[in-house]
């Protein structure tokens, strides 16, 4: 406990015992030690007297006297770091030499580690002793860990992984979260909010200002993005530049080639849009890669590759034709839509980039402009068209019926294309936030074939669930249910746990709506087998135990409030030229 003292000639118990052992008088052998030992101040040998007829033990006295010299020597080593004495370093480190042979005292270690935290260079021989020593490594504060581990970076993989681990299970279970809504989902907390997650924060702690650090953690990610394809390190890449944007570390931000244009696109996310301006410079950014630089796409495309870019991306896509449809123009005629269409691709094939690293723009399919656009927009026209057809007066009805099939472009792109099957998706979205039972009824069967199969991921599984809680009471018909499960739902939970999981979120929140035919059909089905993971099975007693509650309890009056958003269709004047259902 007091290893060290004996090297800075202070005598400890040993010399006590030896002293004690080789004595004639023991009382004035101590009385010696003591005074020898003691505080050096003349003054305070003749007042100690005092403290022993107070009662007052000679230790607790020393303790105090030491407690207050300690935090005094501390705040000292701070004032001194901080000042702007030239010789201040030296000073510091000259007290290391003094102070670091007692580092295993547990009263003098936080002198110690104060010093050490403030030197900017720690002398690499004692950062060998303290990275050697798992006690020392334990309790030095992150500005020396820094120091070890950017010369160590297995050790910071080891300090890293954890965190990297935790942050995945973090968005994967936001994603599976038992709240269905349309208002509060997974891409509703603002880009600063999520910023405020444990895991951002730690990680810019401990990079704090060092650059070597960051690009190690960028390294980091690009290796577990290419390992696993899971586009929620393309979240955390952007979260963690911009958690060092908001800090002003410079030193950083400076010299991370992506970091105009990720703050550009952050401001975007936050407004779930991309307006003229912004698009203006993140095209500027895009077109300003020079010739030797095209690296910098690999790391352009990981941050355009984040979900919560690509949901601002294709938000903005679909507001776009919107607009376009209104004005009776052609997609390949809007500028501001070739960008957002542009940037999809680049952030849809941000994993090739990466894996083959080929540095360069992939081709935007120029189809995808010319025909599959116009096929889902097609589709916008078939139910204006219907719409329209149900308002006019008897005597000038048709006998049009709803369409039920797709144009062929529209099916083909959504199974050939990455950037036209994410449209497509988020059309559906569209369609269901309308409450526009008949589109989706339409569209949901085409989904059971996308590219990579994207339609069963849970992103999109996440979003259609919140938005099908809009549809709840049309749950109540065969023709609805058939669609929703039997169309779409139960092509493929059998092989994808994923699906199961979310069709057991979905009927935990509307089972009290669902055809009960449709729902005891729906219980069977979703059974889970032996080798199900507990998630599922757990769902699947949820629900079970929902509905034996609801058995036994009394149905509820109409007038109850339901478990919808109680969002409810607005009325909005339109023009001829402007569909009742826009995109």
């Keep these: 406990m007091f290893a060290g003292l004996p090297e800075l000639g202070i005598s400890n118990g040993e010399d006590l015992k030896e002293t004690l052992t080789n004595c004639t008088e023991p009382l004035k052998a101590i009385d010696q030690f ?17 403290l022993d007829l107070h009662g007052t033990p000679r230790l607790e006295f020393h303790q105090s006297v030491f407690d207050e010299l300690r935090d005094k020597l501390m705040e000292r080593v701070a004032t001194i770091a901080e000042g702007k004495d030239e010789e201040r370093y030296g000073k510091l480190e000259e007290l290391l030499e003094k102070s670091f042979p007692l580092v295993k005292m547990p009263s003098i270690q936080p002198v110690v580690m104060q010093v050490l935290k403030h030197l900017p260079k720690v002398p690499e021989k004692k950062l060998k002793l303290v990275m050697a020593d798992k006690e020392l490594y334990k309790v030095c504060a992150v500005e020396v860990k820094r120091q070890i581990w950017q010369d160590n970076q297995a050790l910071f993989g080891d300090e890293v992984s954890p965190l990297l681990k935790q942050y995945i299970v973090e968005k994967e279970a936001a994603l599976f979260s038992s709240d269905l809504s349309i208002l509060h989902n997974f891409f509703s907390p603002s880009p600063k909010a999520r ?57 950083i931000c400076s010299v991370d080639p992506c970091h105009k244009f990720t703050w550009c696109l952050d401001a975007c996310i936050r407004e779930k849009f991309v307006d003229a301006k912004r698009a203006r410079e993140l095209q500027g950014f895009l077109d300003g890669v020079k010739k030797g630089q095209e690296q910098v796409l690999g790391d352009l495309s990981m941050i355009l590759c ?19 449809l209104s004005q009776d ?61 149900q308002k006019l ?26 950037v036209a099957c994410e449209i497509g998706l988020y059309y559906t979205l569209h369609i269901a936030k309308q409450r526009n039972k008949n589109a989706l009824q339409r569209l949901l069967p085409a989904l059971v074939e996308t590219h990579n199969e994207m339609a069963f991921g849970d992103i999109f599984l996440h979003l259609l669930t919140g938005h099908l809680t809009l549809l709840s009471d049309e749950f109540g018909t ?79 009056p109409d007038e109850a409030p339901s478990l919808d958003l109680g969002l409810h269709p607005v009325t909005v004047p339109t023009t001829a030229s402007t569909p009742t259902t826009p995109l």
């Design 478 to 556: 065969e023709e609805f249910c058939s669609a929703v499960f039997d169309g779409f739902l139960l092509a493929s939970f059998s092989s994808k746990e994923n699906v199961h999981r979310h069709t057991l979120r979905l009927l935990l929140h509307l089972h009290h709506k669902v055809l009960p035919s449709c729902l005891e059909t729906l219980l069977k089905t979703l059974e889970p087998p032996k080798q199900s993971s507990d998630q599922v099975k757990e769902l699947y007693t949820q629900l079970t135990e929902k509905l034996e509650a609801q058995k036994k309890s009394p149905a509820q």
């Design 306 to 324: 984040d979900p919560f870019a690509c949901n601002t991306l294709v938000l903005s896509t679909v507001r776009n034709l919107q607009e376009l």
């Design 329 to 389: 123009a052609l997609p390949r005629d809007s500028p501001d839509l070739m960008l957002l269409l542009r940037m999809l691709s680049l952030g849809q094939g941000a994993w090739d980039m990466i894996d083959s690293q080929v540095f360069k723009e992939p081709r935007l399919e120029l189809e995808v402009v010319t025909r599959f656009l116009p096929a889902m927009l097609s589709v916008v026209v078939d139910d204006y068209t219907f719409t329209v057809e």
């Design 195 to 251: 910023r405020q997650g444990e895991v951002v924060l730690k990680l810019t702690q401990m990079i704090g200002k060092n650059v070597k650090l960051y690009d190690m953690v960028l390294q980091f990610l690009r290796t577990l993005f290419l390992r696993t394809r899971n586009v929620h390190y393309c979240t955390l890449r952007a979260e963690l530049l911009m958690s060092l944007h908001d800090l002003d570390i410079s030193e």
């Design 34 to 50: 003591q005074t020898e030992n003691g505080i050096l101040l003349p003054t305070l040998q003749s007042a100690l007297p005092f």
């Design 393 to 418: 007066p008897s005597e000038e009805k048709t006998s049009l019926t709803y369409p039920t099939a797709l144009p062929d472009a529209f099916n083909k792109y959504l199974q050939e294309n990455r």
